[in-house]
DNA sequence: ATCGCCTCAAAGATATGACGTATTCAAGTG
DNA sequence: CACTTGAATACGTCATATCTTTGAGGCGAT
């Protein structure tokens, strides 16, 4: 689901030159530059313009152009802003906000996942958790994030809260750069493994503490794991 | 900073509508209709259309028109979605939503900023715990609610997570629409108020863990209080 | 020299006509 | 009944014209 035609590629080459710098905040671009530069129509440059003004990461102004936004202004919760820093030279930045936030909502997920969950969503989630312990041991890495993320995400939808619900394809988004740039241990840890079958074991008792404590275990440790790779 | 212009004023009609499901899920709107419907031309419906679009509230596609899409594909983070939610039908579920993200995210962010605050930060932090004080002491509900909004947003910009900083705008909306819809007692209760100083004092004094347990006390506080009152 | 006002031009904002193109739906064909 | 084909439709893109806002420089008065 992404945006078509060629207002997307637009965007898809404007929006990671901002989002990795080479755009610098508070640089202006014209309009008909855009156009010269893209080969494309006034319209098709003014819809991506808007897009990204929606996102907040550029401002257009009479008589100025269409400036970069401060980083500070940027919709950073928007999935293709996420994609975008993760794409390029904030990579490190944004895994290490996106880890923190982890730490912080999946543990509350957890718990009101342990309350909240619906009978297939609990059996789906200890399927998961048997997916997850068979591949690590088998050393498949690639099954491994599969389920990995499918066992998160599932965990934020169980949680009943939207929000929470919506951050599952940006942990989906952590989960496969931490493997694709080989930030995690070629085997699975099975201290890892153990929590996430205590996640499902607690969240289908109803255990909400329990659920949540492991949850919370296993996120801190991925964050502390990160930052030792990132430094 | 909202978007301007004719494009802005179709937003502003459209997304509320769309949000408070008057125009429901799965509808179809034709931008020919909307052009007429609005007194615009094309183009501006066509950049309106694409920033609801980006906010992934509708999809446009050849031969059909424009469909409003499921509310679960919708960019809950997105400022104007909740904006446009709180301001409709969906307030309630906006602000339960909010208010459980509300408790994942603040607590955290408060043991951030015990040790990422710099000491601009802790000042003002204490300065506003100070107000807070007067404020209530007052019974006056609008200074209070402005310091209260300030003082969380600091909290959540010293945690030096952009994401986490971000969320300021969020709880603000939370806190205000307490306030106007007469979602709080008339007085702040004191106990509330003493916690905000003890999270300021932690925060000060650099302990991470009691400023996180202040603020988890203040914020599950806030979300039984808010679940009584919608229930 | 400084301040304020005025004018002009630059750049985006909006409107509109023309044409392109994908997609659906249905008629037609085997 | 399945498949093909074609036409209608609604969005997509381009080009052009005109309007509106606003920043900058000039000009004069104090």
């Known amino acids: 689901m992404e945006i078509q035609g060629l207002p997307g590629r637009l965007l898809a080459e404007l929006g990671p030159a901002i989002a990795s710098g080479e755009i610098p905040e508070g640089a202006v671009l014209r309009g008909e530059e855009l156009e010269g530069r893209f080969g494309v129509s006034r319209t098709v440059v003014r819809e991506a313009v808007r897009v990204l003004e929606g996102m907040r990461m550029v401002a257009s102004r009479r008589r100025v152009g269409i400036t970069v936004q401060p980083k500070s202004l940027w919709d950073v919760f928007d999935p293709m802003v996420i994609r975008w820093r993760l794409a390029g030279a904030d990579r490190p930045a944004q895994l290490r906000s996106l880890g923190s936030l982890r730490v912080a909502v999946e543990p509350a997920a957890a718990a009101l996942a342990a309350t909240h969950a619906s009978d297939d969503d609990r059996r789906e989630l200890s399927s998961l958790a048997v997916d997850l312990t068979v591949t690590a041991r088998a050393a498949d890495l690639n099954a491994f994030l599969r389920h990995d ?9 169980a949680s009943g809260n939207e929000m929470f619900a919506h951050l599952g394809d940006s942990v989906a988004a952590v989960l496969t750069g931490r493997t694709e740039y080989h930030l995690m241990p070629h085997q699975p840890e099975p201290y890892a493994i153990r929590l996430h079958r205590e996640v499902a074991e607690a969240i289908c008792a109803e255990d909400a503490v329990h659920a949540e404590r492991a949850m919370r275990t296993i996120v801190t440790g ?3 794991e990160l930052n030792v790779q990132l430094d």
């Open 222 to 224: 991925a964050l502390e």
């Open 149 to 157: 993320i499918a066992f998160h995400s599932l965990v934020l939808r």
